[in-house]
Every structure is written in C-alpha cells, then in structure tokens.
C-alpha cells in the first residue's frame, strides 16, 4: 500500500504468473464514500500511480516494448527527468529493465532496503521448512495484516515507531 497523501488510499499488487511474467493491478479507494470525479480524473491523468491500459489485453500502453514512449524533448527542456509519463510507468522501466531474471547476488540493499530484507529472510526460511517437510504457517497474530504505510513528519526528538504507531495500523 502506497502511504496516503490525501484522504484516498492506493494499492498496488503484483501477482507472479511464471518465472518471467506478472499481472499487476493498481486499486484506488476511499474508505467513506465513493470516488469522486477530481479522485477519477487524478487516476485518468496516468500521470500518477496508475498507467493506461489496452482494455482488451489490459497490457499497458506505454511499456518495454516502445520504450515507454519517452519524450526526449520533455527531458531536454527539464521538464521530466526521465521523459517517462507517470510514476507507474516510471517504476515499470526500472523493475522491467533489469531483465526477466535478475541475479541478486549482484544487489547492494541499503538500510531503507530492510523490508525487502525481512521479508526475503522469511520466504527463504519458509522454503527451508518446507523442503524439511514442515507446512509453512501464516503469522499467529491477526493485527500483523492490519500494518499500513504512512506519510508522516515527525519532530526529530520523537522514535519513529512510536510517533507513527497510530498511522501504521489500519482503522477499523
């Protein structure tokens, strides 16, 4: 889930198909009330988190195969860095760039790196158990599925963990 920067909320997923090949789908909502038309229009601009499909494919219109359609006078005159449209699309040319294997030996993670750590540590564990022939389980604690991000200043002074805490769970 993408941290809130207005009163909708936005998901991503990417959900693997075969060992080259995903299906991702971008979910806007509001938790209150329906969308609204300024809420749907953000969405259409395709400038933000979402990206224009083909409606029959659903394969996005600008992709790997046309370079994502980069405007290279765009980046000429500094108006966009990469010439790319939207952050979607942005962040499609960096994942799709890296080949359809990437070898991660060759990483270099970093500390804001650490989920991504944690989080293959524990696939790679459950892996381990299952080749032990242990069943994987799921998390015994039911409030670990309410975690969210969040966007949030908080005063130098303050531990993040603790000045966030409030934010990070979903309301229920």
């Given at each position: ?150 966007s949030i200043v908080l005063p ?17």
């Amino acid at each position: 889930m993408i941290p809130p920067l207005s009163d909708t909320i936005h998901f991503t997923s990417a959900t693997p198909v075969d060992d080259e090949h995903m299906v991702g789908f971008t979910v806007t909502w509001h938790p209150d009330r329906p969308l609204n038309e300024a809420d749907r229009a953000e969405a259409e601009s395709w400038t933000g988190i979402h990206t224009e499909v083909d409606p029959l494919t659903f394969r996005p219109l600008r992709n790997r195969d046309n370079e994502y359609l980069i405007d290279r006078e765009a980046q000429r005159a500094g108006h966009s860095y990469t010439g790319i449209r939207g952050i979607r699309e942005e962040d499609m040319a960096v994942q799709e760039g890296m080949g359809t294997i990437y070898d991660r030996t060759l990483e270099h993670l970093g500390t804001s790196d650490l989920a991504v750590i944690a989080m293959r540590r524990q696939l790679l564990q459950a892996v381990r158990d299952l080749q032990a022939g242990h069943e994987p389980t799921a998390p015994l604690n039911g409030d670990s599925y309410r975690v969210r991000s969040v966007s949030i200043v908080l005063p130098r002074e303050v531990v993040w963990d603790r000045g966030a805490a409030d934010e990070l769970l979903a309301k229920v």
